[in-house]
């Protein structure tokens, strides 16, 4: 397996230091990798217009101009799949994450064992990131990458995958829930929902990153506030 790196940092001993760790850790799992090191968000960003090959980014929040929040936000306009970890000294800076979706916040000084697997978990998102839903409509077929589901819906005998876009096709709900894996969950008899698209939960309603809602049926908020915490 071969994993393209980004580190932004612009103190150039934390970089090293984070650059000998990934080293390390790819010797380990006989990973091979690409290492790309820039000072800047700014440098980063110039070069990111030419080359988005990157698998995951280490981004230091406390940078002298762009800090890395707002760099992760620029990023994710276009990328959704690339799996970010934030670098910082400061745990106030942790809730600033949440809408960039970011797998986790290394603290100062990165401590070995949790860097690793930190890794291993990014690991395993980008491969759950490949699996993907062939559907075959009425002139086509269509591959969507499983994590751009944010949920599917039925209505009568016909099933509609929202995605970027939506995908409405002759299937019951059960055939869609097969081909699907742990990220998602069964909401009663007419929903299914992708775990990580979930902001928030009520008694009555799932409401979703895209600003959808949907209905709860009753007995559900228990299981679902569990297969969320167990997704975290």
């Given at each position: 397996?071969?994993?393209?790196?980004?580190?932004?940092?612009?103190?150039?001993?934390?970089?090293?230091?984070?650059?000998?760790?990934?080293?390390?850790?790819?010797?380990?799992?006989?990973?091979?990798?690409?290492?790309?090191?820039?000072?800047?968000?700014?440098?980063?960003?110039?070069?990111?217009?030419?080359?988005?090959?990157?698998?995951?980014?280490?981004?230091?929040?406390?940078?002298?101009?762009?800090?890395?929040?707002?760099?992760?936000?620029?990023?994710?306009?276009?990328?959704?799949?690339?799996?970010?970890?934030?670098?910082?000294?400061?745990?106030?800076?942790?809730?600033?994450?949440?809408d960039v979706e970011a797998l986790h916040y290394l603290m100062k000084p990165i401590k070995e064992e949790k860097m690793f697997d930190v890794l291993d978990r990014a690991v395993t998102k980008l491969i759950q990131n490949e699996k993907h839903l062939l559907l075959k409509l009425s002139d086509e077929m269509i591959k969507i990458p499983l994590h751009e589901i944010i949920y599917i819906d039925v209505n009568r005998n016909y099933v509609t995958i929202h995605a970027n876009k939506d995908y409405t096709l002759k299937k019951t709900l059960g055939e869609i829930e097969k081909e699907l894996d742990e990220r998602f969950f069964r909401i009663g008899r007419s929903a299914i929902v992708n775990l990580k698209y979930i902001t928030r939960i009520t008694k009555t309603e799932v409401f979703l990153s895209n600003g959808f809602s949907l209905p709860l049926p009753r007995g559900i908020y228990d299981a679902l506030n569990r297969a969320i915490i167990n997704e975290i």
């Open positions: 397996m071969k994993i393209n790196f980004a580190i932004c940092d612009d103190n150039r001993i934390d970089s090293q230091y984070v650059n000998e760790l990934i080293k390390k850790w790819a010797r380990n799992k006989k990973y091979q990798i690409l290492i790309d090191i820039f000072q800047s968000a700014e440098a980063f960003l110039f070069h990111y217009t030419q080359n988005k090959e990157y698998d995951i980014l280490l981004l230091d929040i406390e940078m002298k101009k762009m800090d890395g929040v707002t760099l992760a936000r620029m990023i994710r306009k276009s990328n959704k799949s690339v799996q970010i970890l934030f670098i910082t000294g400061y745990s106030q800076y942790i809730a600033e994450g949440y």
